[in-house]
């Protein structure tokens, strides 16, 4: 009797485990300067979780994700992941859009041996070696975004640069492989200011770049102080010696920014992930669901830069847990360092430390923008890819001065 | 000029705190609201400025609304009005932030007008146009202010009410009247203020978090209640802050503020213009 009534118990447990969703946890920047982002972001990860359980969700259990807001403020993000971990009891992590917010949890996740999909940070691995950190952005170092900025700028003559760099985890990471990258070119480095990201008015450090007469300009900031930088040098002018003005700028990529930026954008080089003409398997029926669903939540309406990368990490658990039969979050790091992903945005194969061991992030240029014209940007040609060579969609028009026009 | 901005968005928090006594921390957020309703506004084919002006007798009536609401619910029940008021505040900016974000989303909303991307040059010297025009508001909005507070029976009752209200009652004037009246001038004045952020900078619901600091900071150290002094503030931490950044390095300049604070309340306590 006694036997039966624990083998009933067993089956009525494993039934109600099986009823139990995967619960996925993760803080988002729905507010503040990654706000945009991080709503877009969020939209193509709701889709995924709906496609997954669809699919009848991940060994059998349907797919929960529980997000809370994190404000763009690093100061949250810890007690956010806390309370995933020790009172949602959550089975899998997805860092916060953007390195900032991402930063403070990583020691967090290496304490704890925790698997951490990353999202769109830039090194912040690089100290801490985590060993189950796996970023779903197309970079990995410092020269996988600025290689061929750089050697773009020398080919045109470039001997001087300009860094402005906001004064914060990203930029600052940022900037500083800039600098070896430079310094290793035999650039000469005529200026170098950092901001604080509460700065309003960027007026007077474009005018001492100006000053500066630098032949490349290099500026490592976030969504808002990207705006306003650009806004400043159409209106104080950069110098007729600046041959690449760019890098390093986020927002740029965001369809609202550049739908009011306009044609203060022509000229501008600058990364991105993803710009219309590339080509993966998929990606086309994605962004026609996705431009769907950014209408109705008054999102990104493009959603080119970060959202086929946040389903992509979506797929890449789903391949993985699919694969070992297994949420053991050892196995499925194990299963992510050694296995390549298919995703919507190409095969990703990982590196030791987590980073992508092919990455193709892209340095393009702005060109022929008109002012208030979303629909401007779904064509290809309007960023023409400059770097990397493999990709390159056309020729750079520089200078800086000349492409503006 | 950035300077003259500061002072712009700190001038009615000058009269609501400075004056009122009111810890009024969601005056940066009304502010934004402000630069939203301006927007909504401008892209109807509206000047950004005359937006402003238009939407400060609406602002007017919305002020006294929420003063209204401050005194029947906090003020008149008590000394530890300032303490739950502030909560009241807090929440009335989350609230202002997060209608903003539910209508308009989070991304950036800026606007445009003749003086928004234009410059004009002395010498070699660029100077943006949008800066100019803030610039200018702000000192005709400082010095409308300060001759309206001196100038007008209303405006010496209003400043009457912060020095002493039983003697402002005893000559037959009503406080709360005047208190509702001052706080719906301080709000009017966040309209065009908010106008004035937009056209210097985008704007997103969040912003006001930037402002709540600064703006105490700049009301606090002019001297609580001095438009003139406020201005001069503005003047002085957009300087030092600029000096700073320049100088000692990026991670120096958000401490500006408060740095300057507590030098000059430990020289001169009732602040730089305070009597």
């Keep these: 009797m006694k036997i039966f009534s624990f083998l009933l118990g067993l089956i009525f447990s494993a039934g109600a485990l099986a009823q139990q969703p995967v619960k996925i946890g993760m803080s988002m920047p729905q507010t503040g300067s990654l706000g945009a982002g991080g709503q877009a972001a969020l939209v193509a990860l709701r889709m995924w979780v709906e496609d997954v359980n669809a699919k009848g969700g991940l060994l059998g259990r349907k797919v929960e994700l529980i997000v809370y807001d994190d404000q763009t403020n690093a100061a949250n993000t810890p007690g956010i992941y806390t309370k995933l971990l020790d009172v949602d009891k959550v089975d899998l992590l997805f860092a916060p859009y953007g390195t900032v917010p991402t930063a403070p949890i990583m020691p967090l996740v290496k304490q704890r041996g925790l698997l951490l999909m990353g999202n769109f940070s830039f090194q912040v691995n690089h100290t801490v070696k985590h060993d189950m950190w796996f970023n779903n952005a197309p970079w990995n170092d410092a020269s996988s975004w600025f290689d061929g900025w750089i050697a773009t700028g020398q080919k045109l003559g470039g001997k001087t640069i300009a860094f402005l760099a906001a004064d914060q985890e990203f930029a600052q990471n940022l900037a500083n492989g800039a600098r070896e990258l430079a310094k290793k070119a035999g650039l000469k480095t005529v200026y170098d200011q950092n901001y604080p990201p509460t700065t309003t008015d960027f007026s007077s450090l474009v005018r001492a770049i100006r000053q500066a007469n630098a032949d490349l300009v290099f500026v490592a900031s976030y969504p808002n102080d990207s705006v306003a930088i650009i806004r400043s040098v159409n209106e104080i002018g950069i110098g007729n010696n600046v041959k690449l003005f760019g890098g390093g700028m986020v927002g740029l990529q965001f369809t609202p920014n550049m739908v009011n930026l306009g044609s203060l954008l022509n000229g501008v080089i600058n990364y991105n992930t993803f710009v219309p003409g590339m080509k993966y398997p998929g990606i086309d029926e994605y962004f026609v669901r996705y431009q769907k669903k950014a209408a109705e939540a008054k999102v990104d309406p493009l959603g080119y830069y970060i959202t086929p990368y946040n389903y992509a990490m979506g797929q890449m658990i789903e391949q993985a847990v699919n694969a070992t039969k297994s949420l053991d979050q050892k196995k499925l790091a194990d299963y992510l360092h050694k296995n390549e992903m298919k995703t919507i945005v190409g095969p990703i194969r990982y590196r030791a430390d987590g980073e992508w061991a092919n990455p193709r992030v892209v340095q393009a240029q702005f060109r022929d923008i008109k002012d208030k014209d979303l629909e401007q940007f779904k064509q290809p040609g309007k960023q023409v890819v400059i770097s990397p060579e493999a990709v390159k969609t056309g020729e750079i028009l520089a200078p800086f001065e000349k492409a503006r026009k | ?275």
Excluded at chain 2, 9 to 37: E, K, N, R
Excluded at chain 2, 102 to 116: H, T
Excluded at chain 2, 206 to 214: E, K, P, Q, T, V
Aim: proline share 4%; charged share 10%.
């Design chain 2, 1 to 275: 000029m950035l300077g003259c901005f500061y002072a712009a968005v700190s001038i009615g928090l000058s009269v609501s705190f400075g004056l009122l006594d009111v810890p009024h921390v969601a005056h940066p957020a009304i502010m934004v609201l402000g630069s939203y309703c301006t927007w909504m506004l401008s892209v109807r084919g509206w000047d950004p400025i005359v937006a402003g002006v238009v939407l400060m007798p609406l602002f007017f009536v919305l002020g006294v609304l929420i003063y209204r609401f401050y005194y029947e619910v906090f003020e008149k029940r008590g000394s530890d009005a300032g303490v739950r008021g502030l909560a009241f505040f807090f929440g009335l900016a989350f609230i202002i932030e997060v209608g903003l974000i539910l209508v308009f989303g989070v991304d950036q909303r800026s606007v445009e007008a003749a003086y928004i991307g234009k410059s004009f040059s002395v010498g070699d010297f660029r100077i943006p146009m949008r800066m100019v025009v803030a610039f200018g508001v702000a000192l005709l909005l400082t010095f409308s202010l300060s001759i309206y507070l001196s100038k007008t029976f209303t405006g010496r009752a209003i400043k009457a009410v912060a020095q002493d209200e039983p003697a402002l009652r005893l000559m037959g004037a009503n406080p709360v009247r005047i208190k509702q009246w001052a706080f719906g001038i301080a709000t009017a004045v966040s309209a065009l203020a908010g106008a004035m952020l937009i056209i210097v900078s985008p704007v997103e619901p969040a912003i006001d978090r930037l402002y709540i600091g600064r703006t105490f900071c700049v009301v606090v150290l002019a001297g609580l209640g001095s438009m003139t002094g406020t201005l001069a503030a503005g003047l002085i931490l957009g300087v030092a802050e600029s000096i700073v950044l320049m100088q000692l390095g990026a991670s120096w300049a958000p401490a500006v503020a408060f740095s300057l604070l507590l030098i000059v309340l430990g020289i001169r306590p009732q602040g730089l213009f305070g009597r």
